[in-house]
């Protein structure tokens, strides 16, 4: 006997709409492709536009099939789903030769034309560690990207919320030109976050250009700044003050050795700062400035200091001393630091004594995080602090540096301490302690 019933469907036919877009959030490219080829309906969850908000496009610099048909996928995701686009992240990772930053700027030129073209939404834009002033940046590839570039911020200025050009390492006058990019319309952006740390190339004195100042003065709502030290003027933060205090929450400062940073910034400009911006924290990452007098120009007792890293980068110099600068210089900040990161190749000083007292001074100090020369007590005198609420720390990363390759004592005395203070570092903390032979 024939049967005429109808096959019966599969359940995942009658999931619902919703459900479909949360599996296929985690297909790639491909998968989705094939997906959309199952029926009508998996085809029309497939353009919803909560499935392509975000991308990150990576351009891979080595050369191979799989990382030709990047540069293809790029422009085909763009024309296809570039309407829905609101976050976009392009990685240029180890670009090898001239031919490739050739390639990668002709297709950048196309993706952001077409973009500018069909996107009303995006609102956070991303491209970090482009490294401009590399040799395999021809002066003319590296000119018409920044011009395309430029071109761009101008479309989307009146939309864009973020942009993060980290590391792009352009001149002064091109950077200055991409910042104008972002209030050519109106003469004023609103941009609120805003990334360029290592953003100029040749570690130029940014603090002292008029053309950097200018291009600040139009940003007139800032939540958070990222940027390097030798940016930082009284021209600035009179700036910042002016247009942006209502809504600074986060100065991110980050400071090279190579960078200028001798300048002088007057504490009277942080406090007027500070006090009209009371939401503000600054974070200060330091590498290798690391001596005391460096320091003491720049950590200024007025700045709201949330958090300061100091790496030596394994750098070691007897010209230098972190003695002062743990007992005299940081100790100011002992109502507002809450984070602090120390990567020390101390091998010429032991700081146990020092780095404990300012930990037990710091009363809102939560994360601690110490590469340095320690002896493993000091392990257990701060854990015995910690258990007497002496302190309020939630995250304790250690990275003890030993002087020999055998370091079986001191791992055995770790774990006994680890044992004696089992309790609270399993219910109250992030801990993570380990030796590391320094030979």
């Known amino acids: 006997m024939e049967d005429d019933s109808e096959p019966e469907q599969s359940s995942w036919a009658h999931l619902p709409d919703v459900c479909l877009r949360h599996v296929f959030h985690w297909l790639d490219d491909r998968d989705r492709s094939r997906a959309a080829l199952v029926c009508k309906k998996w085809s029309c969850v497939m353009y919803s536009g909560s499935l392509w908000r975000r991308r990150t496009i990576t351009f891979y610099g080595r050369p191979s099939r799989a990382h030709t048909l990047e540069l293809q996928s790029a422009l085909w995701y763009v024309k296809k789903f570039g309407k829905y686009l609101e976050h976009l992240e392009i990685k240029l990772l180890n670009p090898y030769n001239t ?24 609102v956070s834009l991303s491209i970090k560690y482009l490294e401009l002033d590399c040799l395999i940046w021809k002066n003319a590839v590296r000119t ?9 911020l101008k479309r989307m200025s009146k939309q864009l919320d973020y942009l993060n050009l980290k590391g792009a390492r352009v001149t ?25 740390e290592d953003f100029f190339s040749l570690h130029p004195p940014v603090y002292s250009s008029t053309l950097f100042h200018q291009a600040m003065s139009k940003l007139r709502s800032l939540v958070i700044l990222s940027l390097n ?12 003050r002016k247009h942006s205090a209502h809504s600074l929450c986060t100065l991110n400062i980050k400071c090279h050795i190579l960078d200028p940073h001798g ?22 990452f330091f590498e290798r400035v690391m001596k005391h007098d460096h320091l003491a120009r720049i950590l200024l007792v007025e700045i709201p200091v949330r958090s300061i890293s100091l790496r030596s980068c394994y750098f070691s110099d007897p010209d230098w001393t972190m003695r002062p600068t743990l007992t005299n210089l940081l100790p100011a900040y002992w109502h507002v630091l ?26 809102r100090l939560l994360f601690l995080k110490v590469w340095a020369f320690l002896s493993v ?22 990275r003890i540096y030993m002087a020999r390759q055998e370091s079986s004592e001191e791992d055995r005395l770790l774990c006994d301490i680890y044992r004696k203070f089992k309790y609270l570092i399993d219910s109250e903390l992030n801990y993570f302690v380990i030796t590391y032979p320094m030979v």
């Open 263 to 284: 300048q002088v910034v007057w504490g009277m400009s942080w406090a007027n700062l500070a006090k009209r911006a009371p939401k503000l924290n600054v974070n200060f």
């Open 172 to 196: 002064l006058e091109e950077g200055c030109e991409l910042l104008n990019s972002l209030s050519c319309l109106t003469n004023k952006s609103f941009v609120s976050e805003i990334n360029i």
């Open 144 to 152: 018409q990207f920044i011009k395309n570039l430029a071109t761009f």
């Open 338 to 363: 809450q984070k602090l990161t120390l990567e020390l190749n101390n091998d010429h000083e032991l700081l146990d004594d020092e780095l404990l007292q300012l930990i037990l001074s710091c009363k």
């Open 229 to 240: 030290y030798n940016c930082i003027s009284d021209e600035l933060l009179d700036i910042l």
């Open 377 to 398: 007590t000091f392990m257990e005198r701060l854990l015995q602090n910690r258990a007497e609420r002496k302190c309020i720390l939630t995250t304790i990363k250690v």
């Open 99 to 122: 031919a490739f930053t050739q390639k990668f700027q002709v297709t950048m030129k196309g993706l952001l034309s077409h973009l500018g073209k069909c996107n009303s939404r995006l």
